[in-house]
């Protein structure tokens, strides 16, 4: 019982970290119809950029903030340089691009890190101390995980229901043509729409370096595959689901590794899409898939 | 007389074609199969094992494309029901499916893969298929099967009313670009003598795309420029060979920036094609047919 309760822990600080990144990529279907395949690169990102700054400060809260805001800012540049041209052309031309901008940000990561190789987070960010809740042992790092996780989902919440620019957001996701119509300056909304993404996905790097302690420029293909797995499972373009689907998945990953063969449970995650998609087109929580196209 | 590397990077050339043949395939009718990778894998590892337990070469070079147009036609009933981003999604998913399950699965050697292939793939073999490829191409591309295709790409629903049998239609073409896709992975298998997942992850298909996308995904050379084009950027520059995935992507970038149909587009295929008439001495013509199967998505 004090095993499941570890892993079932365990699990939900992975799948903050899943949630987070499906977040992003999922807002940015969602606004501009296109599926970013270059979203896990963003969280790899900010975990080598998180990596700099422990580094140099030794200061958490600093990685997690300067992460954050160098991702936005990076996020935003590519947006304004590049997407921002083709989000009139057929949906294949931004997706092409950012298959492309994988192999950049992957070989721009690995020239950083010089060979490429894993790199430790330093020590002073990483305290070896842990204690216990109830029967579970946790790290103040995970904590730190999971709350910014939670923290970040409920502003993205406030941002979204209560603010203008959420409005405006949510009006492109209905109809990009009458929300232009009704005066959204769509040129606007989708950098600050990339900006959102980029500190997600800044997060969740950080997040992911101080986890798993060591990062290399490879980390973000694996991420961003389990970004559109979550995605799809949740239904494009349906934030609570990627926030429930991010969080489920890590579960179910973290479970089939510790109780079913080691190794297989990243073939689990990927068959569980396969058989969603083949039974439920429209994702589990079923958002009219008409919006797909 | 062209030496052993330059011999090898043609080679590579025809095998690349072949790749970006199966994804051009579903995309001139306006299907997007992502699963490349999961097929060339098929194909790859299936002659493998056949190659490494004494079966000849062309026998496993028949079985791999089989087994390849198999998975193919099992991609495409998966994705009968979903419209395009779904189909894209299931086919990517599926590929990665097939990668995890390569890695996990002892009898082929897991993580390692299976080494000590024999060395059967020779440039001759390579662009013999190379040349039977374009030829079938080239013989298609002038058939009622390509106004189909055409037909599918620009409105599927108008097109099952003209009585195009889309599913039948989709079906063939997911086989189709498996077959192509296997016969690929044999022919790599038995070039670099080894498999491995890892060959098989998601790199390969943004080789696939990079070739298909940079040289033009509206004529069938298409990709057969795009290998060109990339290779011979990367090789003719010794000095960026280290960087050679940093150019491929930075050019698929540039190259969609500033050139979203491709290198090779319907417009630029029908003047060369006119200046080529031009040259033999013959007079150029078209009928109203070929200059609308050559439109532009």
Not at chain 1, 73 to 100: C, I, N, Q, W, Y
Not at chain 1, 122 to 137: E, H
Not at chain 2, 49 to 58: A, C, E, K, M
Not at chain 2, 259 to 287: C, Y
Request: some cysteine; charged content about 10%.
């Amino acid at each position: 019982m004090q095993a499941l309760a570890q892993q079932v822990t365990n699990g939900m600080m992975l799948g903050g970290i899943y949630a987070l990144t499906a977040l992003g990529l999922t807002l940015v279907y969602a606004v501009l119809r296109f599926l970013n395949l270059a979203h896990g690169e963003l969280v790899m990102a900010g975990a080598l950029v998180g990596l700099g700054i422990a580094t140099l400060t030794g200061n958490v809260f600093l990685t997690l903030v300067g992460g954050a805001l160098a991702v936005a800012l990076l996020a935003v540049v590519l947006e304004r340089t590049t997407f921002r041209f083709v989000r009139d052309k057929s949906h294949l031309v931004p997706l092409m691009m950012s298959v492309g901008m994988v192999s950049v940000l992957t070989e721009v990561g690995r020239l950083l890190t010089s060979p490429g190789r894993p790199r430790p987070y330093p020590a002073s960010v990483q305290s070896d101390s842990t204690f216990l809740i109830g029967p579970v042992t946790v790290s103040p790092v995970q904590i730190l995980t999971l709350l910014a996780a939670a923290l970040l989902m409920v502003l993205l919440h406030l941002v979204m229901t209560r603010s203008k620019t959420g409005l405006a957001l949510r009006a492109m996701s209905e109809d990009l043509r009458i929300a232009r119509l009704l005066g959204v300056d769509a040129d606007r909304m989708a950098s600050a729409a990339f900006f959102i993404v980029g500190l997600l996905s800044g997060v969740a790097g950080v997040c992911y370096g101080l986890i798993y302690s060591t990062v290399d420029p490879y980390i973000g293909g694996p991420l961003g595959i389990k970004a559109v797995v979550v995605v799809i499972f949740a239904g494009l373009g349906n934030m609570y689901g990627a926030m429930f689907g991010g969080l489920l998945l890590g579960l179910i990953e973290v479970l089939s590794n510790a109780y079913l063969a080691p190794g297989w449970g990243e073939m689990f995650s990927f068959l569980f899409v396969v058989v969603v998609l083949i039974v439920r087109p429209s994702g589990i929580f079923g958002t009219p898939y008409a919006l797909a196209r | 007389m062209p030496d052993a590397y330059q011999i090898s990077l043609l080679v590579f050339i025809g095998i690349y074609s072949l790749w970006g043949w199966s994804q051009w395939l579903p995309i001139r009718s306006g299907v997007l199969l992502l699963g490349q990778a999961g097929l060339i894998a098929i194909g790859a590892y299936v002659s493998a094992v056949l190659t490494r337990n004494g079966v000849p070469f062309p026998v496993a070079l028949i079985a791999g494309s089989l087994a390849g147009a198999v998975g193919g036609t099992l991609m495409g009933l998966s994705a009968l029901r979903l419209p395009p981003f779904g189909t894209a999604l299931i086919t990517l998913s599926e590929s990665q499916l097939i990668q995890t399950f390569l890695s996990n699965f002892e009898p082929a050697g897991a993580s390692q893969g299976i080494f000590g292939l024999p060395n059967a793939t020779n440039v001759w073999l390579v662009w013999g298929i190379v040349l039977l490829v374009t030829a079938a191409l080239a013989r298609l591309s002038s058939s009622t099967f390509a106004l189909a295709m055409h037909a599918m790409r620009e409105d599927e629903v108008l097109a099952g009313a003209m009585g195009v049998n889309g599913r039948q239609h989709k079906l063939l073409i997911f086989a189709l670009s498996g077959l192509v896709a296997g016969c690929g992975g044999v022919l790599y298998a038995h070039y670099i003598r080894n498999v491995a997942p890892e060959l098989f992850g998601f790199a390969v298909l943004l080789q696939i795309s990079t070739f298909l996308f940079v040289g033009g995904r509206t004529v069938y050379w298409g990709p057969v420029v795009g290998a060109a084009v990339l290779v011979g950027i990367t090789e003719g520059l010794r000095f960026l060979s280290e960087y050679r995935l940093l150019v491929y992507g930075l050019f698929l970038v540039l190259v969609m920036l500033f050139r979203p149909d491709g290198l090779v587009t319907a417009s630029t295929a029908r003047v060369i094609s006119q200046a080529f008439r031009g040259w033999v001495g013959r007079e150029g013509r078209r009928t109203e047919r070929d200059s609308k199967s050559a439109g532009v998505e």
